[in-house]
């Protein structure tokens, strides 16, 4: 018996600065997870993934990565997407720059 579909979210890293990026509803691309198109059909996740592959000029290696739904958006469900969410773990530089707490 075959297990249904998972959602999920496109993601891939920006081809100029390296940082994670997510594809959004209305075709952009985006550094925050919560506002990655959450897509719940396996044949549209098809198609978004295409699309990514096709902007390589902005997008390198998109992939599809298993989300759920949340209460700011969709959230990641595996340890690997929630590290990528973070940044680059080399604290000089990226999204933990910010963080005050490192």
């Given at each position: 018996m075959s297990r249904g579909?998972?959602?999920k979210v496109v993601t891939a890293n920006d081809l100029l600065i390296g940082?994670?990026?997510?594809?959004?509803?209305?075709?952009?691309?985006?550094?925050?997870?919560a506002e990655a198109e959450l897509i719940e059909d396996e044949a549209h996740a098809q198609l978004r993934l295409?699309?990514?592959?096709?902007?390589?000029?902005?997008?390198?290696?998109?992939y599809l990565a298993d989300a759920?739904?949340?209460?700011?958006?969709?959230?990641?469900t595996h340890f690997?997407?929630?590290?990528?969410?973070r940044g680059p773990s080399n604290y000089a530089h990226g999204k933990q720059v910010?963080?005050?707490n490192v």
């Open positions: 579909f998972t959602p940082d994670v990026i997510y594809l959004t509803a209305d075709d952009r691309w985006t550094r925050h997870h295409l699309d990514a592959q096709a902007q390589k000029r902005i997008a390198v290696g998109p759920k739904p949340g209460a700011q958006g969709p959230e990641p690997r997407e929630a590290f990528r969410t910010e963080q005050s």
